[in-house]
């Protein structure tokens, strides 16, 4: 389906700007917290609507070349972990290590950003 | 009677009765606030009043709703109170608990605590000026702290979990695998500390949450150890892997709390009369340390999905296993 504007990410950036400007102002303690974490949780929808596809399409290519099989990416997924799980994979067979840095790096670019082990991880994985 | 009341005003209504049963010269209370953060329990912060002038107290008690089936991790209340009191008999800073709630109370579980003058948030006490020598003297008290904890006698204290390394493993197994959802890290994590398991040590009182956060600072330095809610018998190497991991340390460096070095707190330990620090051991417990931060993570989803608490914070949290998950593998490849 071709929705029309405005996209998700714009209804969410509305959203944002007016909890930001008309009802942060008069929040205070409990509630003000729980308005930035609100707006925290914005920001992760806004950046996975925006990263989610290539990311995706990234982690099942990867997940297919060490299964060896097509699949979704759901069904990959919860292979791999079962192997991992029965020790019939190992995180030092070919691509596992790289694959899991490569998927847990593309969830920090999601959901917690600012992490210094995103930071740390980033440094290492770009040397 | 209600039955758990959450209502500031119901809240007020049941502990002034409380107040005036349990604390002689009490007469009422002032100034109730229900603290943010505190993770699973409530923490209200008040003044009992009366004629000796105000007197600063704390209630902590478990939310009705903590009952969600997939919870399994936290100590009854009242264990948690009779630990306090344990601790601080043997030299642990603690406050003083004044009173264990009960049924007839209609508060639900918990007690009542002096409120210890401080700041408990970690980037406070790792930025402000003012904990400057807070933050010079506490790699040593953390180290000299958890050896008191582990000669703390806990003979005869109810519900209080017995897990050493193997059973504390299997137990975080089955919660991952509760969750039925994939995350491939966790499996290679648990694969790991399964061969990895150190040997069976002398049982000690493992506190659970022994972490930058809680700790009641002042200038001085730690003034008091709160939220034993995930102690248990269990490895004495524990807590240090916890105390150490990289959610902890706040964007700062230094591996300790975000304040100290390891050779430190291990040498003031050891001083302290703690187990011979093994570093193996601790890097085993770094990494059962964050695969077990990851899953309490899961852990808060679950009880919001399960309809039981409503908080948003308890949704964006999921949103933070992936700290853990890069934190497991920054560790082990």
């Given amino acids: 389906m071709a929705q029309n504007k405005p996209t998700a990410a714009q209804l969410i950036g509305a959203v944002k700007a007016f909890l930001e400007h008309e009802i942060k102002p008069d929040l205070k303690g409990n509630k003000a917290f729980n308005l930035m974490v609100a707006l925290k949780s914005l920001d992760i929808v806004q950046r996975e609507l925006e990263l989610v596809p290539a990311f995706a399409a990234a982690e099942r290519g990867r997940l297919v070349a060490i299964l060896g099989h097509d699949g979704s990416l759901d069904d990959l997924n919860a292979e791999f972990a079962r192997r991992l799980r029965d020790r019939e994979l190992g995180i030092d067979d070919p691509g596992v290590a790289q694959h899991l840095r490569a998927t847990t790096l593309e969830k920090l670019a999601i959901d917690q950003p600012q992490y210094s082990g995103y930071a740390q991880a980033l440094a290492r994985d770009t040397q | ?264 707190v291990y040498a003031a330990y050891e001083e302290a009369g703690g187990a011979p620090v093994d570093r193996n051991h601790v890097r085993f417990w770094e990494v059962f340390a964050c695969l077990k931060y990851g899953l309490i993570c899961k852990l808060f989803v679950a009880r919001h999905e399960s309809g039981s608490d409503a908080a948003i914070e308890l949704a964006y949290v999921g949103r933070r296993t992936c700290e853990s998950e890069i934190d497991i593998l920054n560790l082990l490849t």
């Fill in chain 2, 1 to 264: 009677m209600v039955a758990h009341p959450s209502s500031t005003g119901q809240v007020e209504t049941a502990l002034t009765a409380v107040v005036r049963k349990a604390l002689p010269g009490a007469h009422g209370i002032a100034g109730l606030a229900r603290l943010s953060g505190g993770g699973t329990q409530e923490n209200w912060a008040f003044d009992g009043v009366g004629a000796d002038g105000p007197l600063p107290l704390i209630l902590r008690r478990a939310p009705a709703n903590l009952q969600c089936a997939a919870w399994t991790i936290s100590v009854p209340m009242a264990t948690e109170a009779e630990l306090i009191r344990r601790a601080s008999a043997a030299g642990v800073p603690s406050p003083l608990v004044r009173y264990v709630l009960r049924p007839s109370d209609g508060l639900g579980a918990g007690y009542l605590m002096e409120r210890v003058a401080g700041e408990t948030f970690p980037r406070r006490i790792l930025r402000d000026a003012e904990y400057a020598g807070a933050r010079a003297a506490m790699t040593a008290q953390c180290g000299r702290i958890l050896a008191a904890i582990q000669r703390v006698d806990t003979r005869g204290i109810a519900d209080l979990p017995v897990l050493p390394a193997a059973a504390l493993v299997a137990k975080f197994r089955g919660i991952y695998n509760d969750f039925h959802e994939p995350h491939p890290v966790f499996d290679a994590a648990i694969r790991w500390l399964e061969d990895h398991l150190p040997p069976p040590a002398q049982p000690v009182l493992v506190h659970g949450d022994y972490r930058n956060g809680n700790f009641i600072v002042g200038p001085d330095g730690i003034r008091a150890v709160i939220d034993w809610e995930f102690s248990h018998i269990g490895d004495p190497m524990e807590d240090l892997g916890w105390l150490c991991i990289n959610v902890w340390r706040f964007d700062s460096p230094l591996p300790v709390g975000g304040f100290g070095d390891r050779e430190a």
